[in-house]
């Protein structure tokens, strides 16, 4: 080789390194990519299926079924009312934010009654009722009504604007529709108990009537009826 290519005995010796290596690197490679066995998966079986009854057809899974006989629960109870003694009832209208009828600790004063009640509206005139008396059991406070009289509590009357007198004291004094009880309206031409306590329930519903007017909206009363009761009552 040396004779025929001229070539020197270590560039010889270099050459045929390189092609040691070469052959070596092709040799680890086709060794590396050569085909290899695969084991096949193991055949996983599938559980039986169990039959369902024809009769168990749409049931729930066993577990979650109720028991039989058991229905929905029954509804709570009602609240029974506070029993007598325990607290006083005042009817609260007028101005205020959330009138109505209010049940409160016995010993309450108009103050908590206004309180309870969501407090008096802006502007609302508070002249003539003592924010500081106490409360009797069936008392009627109203705010800022017109026509509504004002002072405490009259023995045997129902209460106001902070304890308002009996509606009708005054023989031949117009009726007053915010103070006047089912008895008082009961007395006034063409109006029985029924019509009555329907004007006893609008005032309720309302906070109080602030114009002889409204009494039109009260069921039963028609124009003609309100003419003959218009000049006989005040709000």
């Not at 407090?119 to 406070?141: C, F, H, K, M």
Request: proline share 12%; aromatic share 2%.
């Amino acid at each position: 080789m040396q004779t025929r290519c001229g070539l020197e005995p270590r560039t010889l010796a270099a050459l045929a390194m390189v092609l040691v290596v070469a052959v070596g690197l092709a040799a680890g490679y086709f060794w590396t990519g050569r085909p290899e066995p695969v084991r096949a998966p193991e055949l996983v079986r599938a559980a039986p299926a169990t039959a369902v009854p024809a009769g168990r057809a749409g049931a729930e899974p066993e577990g979650r079924q109720e028991p039989r006989g058991v229905g929905p629960p029954p509804p709570a109870p009602p609240v029974s009312p506070a029993p007598s003694g325990a607290g006083v009832v005042v009817d609260v209208g007028g101005k205020v934010r959330r009138p109505g009828v209010l049940t409160l600790p016995a010993g309450s004063r108009v103050a908590d009654a206004l309180r309870a009640a969501g407090g008096v509206r802006s502007g609302a005139d508070l002249t003539g009722i003592n924010r500081a008396r106490v409360l009797s059991d069936g008392e009627q406070v109203l705010v800022d009504v017109p026509g509504a009289p004002v002072g405490g509590p009259v023995p045997g009357g129902g209460g106001g604007a902070g304890g308002t007198a009996g509606a009708g004291g005054v023989p031949g004094a117009p009726v007053s529709l915010n103070t006047a009880t089912v008895e008082q309206l009961d007395t006034l031409p063409g109006v029985g108990p029924v019509l009555a306590q329907h004007i006893i329930d609008h005032r309720t519903e309302h906070g109080g009537f602030r114009s002889v007017g409204e009494l039109r909206e009260v069921s039963g009363i028609g124009e003609r009826r309100f003419a003959d009761l218009e000049p006989l009552v005040r709000p």
